[in-house]
């Protein structure tokens, strides 16, 4: 039974997006500048676009451009794997989509925790991109075996955290009083660590198996390595990103620049070298001393929403992606940047760019609502939409992309992982196994977003 006194699991969500950026702010500097940055944009995109500055305001997206922000962590084991989607669920973050990573070199799969309802992501879109290490692809048994061990004995999570998702998942919520506290005791699991769990022998051993094991297996736990805040004009940032003392990575992935955003363009900058300090003895800390190194993980990252594409229009998408990628393949070191943003313009010429033309094309997810008019004179239940749209009744709005894009997580991974660490794995997407290990299967993204357009025909009174 729900206790009376629970809080919505939104307000518990907004908590802790606040106490992450918070913490992230005063652990890597560079962010809040990039906050900064990213605000001052979008202030001036607005003042020079009051019709979008309407738009937004009237489909409510206004508000939550400032608080949005996205994350990232890496897990090591099944048993981190669950426990963190126990975790999330407390603040009403579900899982959402399979991303196979293997087949661009880097030996991980993912899933994003996040809001699904319209209401929720209304309230706070935070996310976090969530990875889990495949050690099946590292080739070398005893360094894997070695690994394991490492992971194995290690706890990510406080006793206080445990016992209150515990609670949360007996009463059918939290209190207010324990909902701080479990806001304290979880952002424990994303700190950073400047104390390697492991010899600096081993961590080298790892780092040359793959940077990205080393990552995961050397911490005490999953540092929250990037906070992403979301900009309207990603090429301005882009742009002023140097002026700001900040060098980002060389393209921005995702779909060119165009007049009707598409799905998600990314960019970021270089991850910070930090100094660690790892043991000096064995595994189990015999031997006593520290030896100081340094790590690279922590970077920052601003992203561009568009609009969520149906599997007509994603298809087309990824389609477009591989013949400009085929045309330019985008050189690590940045030298190829022009060339590759110039192919990717033309190539994806013939994807529609008025929003008209997306809808009718079946490319996008629109959430239409009554306009002025049409709540003047409420249409007759079951007119049909297009009709209602012709005559001005109803209106309609791009549906916002909440999720992530594989080959531009991948550009992402790799541009922090540094140009050394490109490695060819198989690709072996394995689904069925993430889910297994997440101990419950992962929402299907096209099904939110077509139940979304299917709610707001309905709440027009239309029928389509
Ligand atoms: C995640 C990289 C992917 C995104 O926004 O696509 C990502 C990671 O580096 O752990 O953050
Ligand atoms: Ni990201």
């Given at each position: 039974?729900?206790?009376?006194?629970?809080?919505?699991?939104?307000?518990?969500?907004?908590?802790?997006?606040?106490?992450?950026?918070?913490?992230?702010?005063?652990?890597?500097?560079?962010?809040?500048?990039?906050?900064?940055?990213?605000?001052?944009?979008?202030?001036?995109?607005?003042?020079?676009?009051?019709?979008?500055?309407?738009?937004?305001?009237?489909?409510?997206?206004?508000?939550?451009?400032?608080?949005?922000?996205?994350?990232?962590?890496?897990?090591?084991?099944?048993?981190?794997?669950?426990?963190?989607?126990?975790?999330?669920?407390?603040?009403?973050?579900?899982?959402?989509?399979?991303?196979?990573?293997?087949?661009?070199?880097?030996?991980?799969?993912?899933?994003?925790?996040?809001?699904?309802?319209?209401?929720?992501?209304?309230?706070?879109?935070?996310?976090?991109?969530?990875?889990?290490?495949?050690l099946?692809?590292?080739?070398?048994?005893?360094?894997?075996?070695e690994?394991?061990?490492?992971?194995?004995?290690?706890?990510?999570?406080?006793?206080?955290?445990?016992?209150?998702?515990?609670?949360?998942?007996?009463?059918?919520?939290?209190?207010?009083?324990?909902?701080?506290?479990?806001?304290?005791?979880?952002?424990?699991?994303?700190?950073?660590?400047?104390?390697?769990?492991?010899?600096?022998?081993?961590?080298?051993?790892?780092?040359?198996?793959?940077r990205?094991?080393?990552?995961?297996?050397?911490?005490?736990?999953?540092?929250?390595?990037?906070?992403?805040?979301?900009?309207?004009?990603?090429?301005?940032?882009?742009?002023?990103?140097?002026?700001?003392?900040?060098?980002?990575?060389?393209?921005?992935?995702?779909?060119?620049?165009?007049?009707?955003?598409?799905?998600?363009?990314?960019?970021?900058?270089?991850a910070?070298?930090?100094?660690?300090?790892?043991?000096?003895?064995?595994?189990?800390?015999?031997?006593?001393?520290?030896?100081?190194?340094?790590?690279?993980?922590?970077?920052?990252?601003?992203?561009?929403?568009?609009?969520?594409?149906?599997?007509?229009?994603?298809?087309?998408?990824?389609?477009?992606?591989?013949?400009s990628?085929?045309?330019?393949?985008?050189?690590?070191?940045?030298?190829?940047?022009a060339?590759?943003?110039?192919?990717?313009?033309?190539?994806?010429?013939?994807?529609?760019?008025?929003?008209?033309?997306?809808?009718?094309?079946?490319?996008?997810?629109?959430?239409?609502?009554?306009?002025?008019?049409?709540?003047?004179?409420?249409?007759?239940?079951?007119?049909?939409?297009?009709?209602?749209?012709?005559?001005?009744?109803?209106r309609?709005?791009?549906?916002?992309?909440?999720?992530?894009?594989?080959?531009?997580?991948?550009?992402?991974?790799?541009?922090?992982?540094?140009?050394?660490?490109?490695?060819?794995?198989?690709?072996?997407?394995?689904?069925?196994?993430?889910?297994?290990?997440?101990?419950a299967?992962?929402?299907?993204?096209?099904?939110?977003?077509?139940e979304?357009?299917r709610?707001?025909?309905?709440?027009?009174?239309?029928?389509?």
């Amino acid at each position: 039974a729900t206790s009376p006194d629970v809080i919505s699991p939104d307000a518990i969500r907004t908590l802790f997006s606040t106490a992450m950026s918070e913490m992230y702010r005063t652990e890597v500097p560079a962010y809040q500048t990039l906050m900064e940055l990213v605000s001052e944009v979008n202030e001036a995109v607005l003042a020079a676009d009051p019709a979008e500055r309407r738009r937004l305001e009237s489909a409510g997206g206004l508000d939550r451009i400032t608080e949005e922000r996205h994350g990232a962590i890496r897990l090591g084991t099944a048993n981190e794997l669950s426990t963190m989607r126990r975790l999330f669920a407390v603040m009403g973050m579900q899982p959402v989509g399979y991303y196979d990573l293997s087949e661009a070199g880097v030996p991980v799969h993912s899933t994003a925790f996040r809001p699904v309802t319209d209401e929720a992501l209304g309230r706070n879109p935070f996310r976090v991109f969530t990875s889990l290490l495949r050690l099946d692809l590292i080739a070398d048994a005893a360094l894997r075996r070695e690994a394991e061990q490492v992971l194995a004995a290690r706890s990510i999570f406080t006793p206080g955290c445990l016992a209150l998702i515990g609670k949360a998942e007996a009463e059918g919520g939290l209190d207010e009083g324990d909902a701080g506290h479990f806001v304290a005791e979880a952002l424990e699991t994303f700190r950073w660590h400047s104390r390697a769990n492991v010899p600096l022998d081993l961590y080298h051993r790892l780092h040359d198996a793959h940077r990205l094991i080393a990552d995961v297996v050397s911490f005490k736990g999953p540092h929250i390595n990037h906070l992403t805040p979301r900009t309207l004009d990603i090429d301005a940032v882009q742009r002023l990103m140097p002026e700001k003392g900040i060098s980002p990575k060389a393209v921005v992935e995702g779909p060119p620049t165009r007049r009707c955003p598409i799905l998600l363009r990314q960019t970021s900058f270089k991850a910070l070298s930090e100094p660690v300090d790892f043991r000096d003895g064995d595994v189990d800390g015999a031997g006593g001393g520290w030896r100081s190194g340094v790590h690279t993980a922590r970077f920052g990252e601003i992203e561009q929403r568009g609009i969520a594409l149906t599997p007509k229009g994603r298809a087309l998408y990824d389609t477009l992606l591989q013949d400009s990628r085929r045309l330019v393949a985008p050189a690590a070191d940045g030298s190829n940047a022009a060339q590759y943003m110039a192919a990717l313009q033309e190539v994806f010429a013939p994807f529609p760019d008025s929003w008209d033309d997306i809808r009718r094309q079946g490319l996008g997810y629109f959430a239409y609502s009554l306009t002025e008019a049409g709540r003047g004179t409420p249409p007759a239940p079951g007119t049909d939409l297009e009709t209602l749209v012709e005559s001005g009744l109803v209106r309609f709005d791009p549906v916002v992309y909440e999720d992530f894009l594989p080959v531009s997580a991948a550009g992402i991974f790799q541009s922090n992982l540094g140009d050394d660490s490109q490695q060819d794995f198989t690709a072996s997407p394995n689904q069925q196994r993430f889910e297994a290990d997440l101990g419950a299967p992962v929402l299907n993204p096209f099904d939110l977003y077509a139940e979304v357009e299917r709610a707001s025909i309905a709440g027009c009174g239309a029928a389509r």
